[in-house]
């Protein structure tokens, strides 16, 4: 039973051009998500975050949406770089928790 | 300065031994959990304590038996170990002004034999 769900396993992306990464939940509990990135043999490490109570979020190069009607959120990494390549894992939390359920992960390759 | 740190990076051993991973945090977190990461690349929490105390435990066989000496130690123990068990291990600790963002250790890749 997944409840956050990454469904695209993989993404290829120019360098300069935009990387969207995208996950959907099931659970109308969830009211805080946030993005991993993990390179091989490393932990995953924190990238944004956002709260239910919002629909954007930016930070530099990174802004994720979300979209609670749909239940679906995106990660927009614009322009991409080479060393974005690694795999993104969307996480999700729910009120008063501190456990996160996460995706699958996406492996994204920005290509030179 | 290593926040969340794992020992060993790799184990390897035979069924039925008994081992264990040890993990500390210095970024002064109140909760510590424990991940395994199969080989599907699922990330499933395991354990989490706060404050030393036990707050999750999912459902993991009872041969894996953390224990949190203090709050910037969360050690995992795995008796019997099966070949099953072979994963990558994460530690991670969240707190303070962090919120619910989680720090993770590189991972322990366990592999029974």
């Known amino acids: 039973d997944q409840q956050v769900k990454q469904n695209s396993p993989s993404l290829s992306v120019q360098e300069g051009r935009i990387s969207i990464l995208n996950c959907d939940y099931t659970?109308?509990?969830?009211?805080?998500f946030l993005w991993y990135k993990k390179y091989p043999a490393e932990g995953p490490t924190f990238l944004i975050s956002?709260?239910?109570?919002?629909d954007k979020n930016e930070d530099g190069r990174f802004t994720v949406f979300l979209n609670k009607s749909a239940k679906h959120l995106s990660l927009h990494i614009v322009p991409s770089q080479p060393g974005d390549s690694a795999v993104y894992f969307c996480?999700?939390?729910?009120?008063?928790?501190?456990?996160?359920?996460f995706g699958k992960g996406t492996k994204l390759s920005v290509i030179p | 300065d290593t926040a969340v740190s794992q020992t060993p990076k790799y184990l390897v051993t035979q069924m039925g031994n008994d081992k264990s991973i040890k993990c500390e945090q210095n970024?002064?977190?109140?909760?510590m959990y424990w991940y395994k990461q199969d080989s599907k690349k699922f990330l499933k929490i395991m354990f989490s304590?706060?404050?030393?105390?036990?707050?999750i435990n999912e459902t993991v066989p009872n041969r894996f038996s953390p224990k949190s000496p203090d709050k910037a130690h969360l050690n995992l123990h795995i008796n019997s170990l099966e070949l099953g068990d072979s994963a990558v291990y994460f530690c991670?600790?969240?707190?303070?002004?962090?919120?619910?963002?989680?720090?993770f250790g590189p991972g322990t890749r366990l592999t029974v034999l």
């Open positions: 970024l002064g977190h109140d909760t």
């Open positions: 996480a999700a939390s729910g009120a008063g928790s501190y456990q996160l359920t």
């Open positions: 659970n109308s509990m969830f009211d805080y």
């Open positions: 304590y706060n404050n030393k105390e036990l707050i």
């Open positions: 956002i709260s239910s109570i919002k």
């Open positions: 991670a600790s969240s707190g303070g002004l962090a919120g619910r963002e989680q720090f």
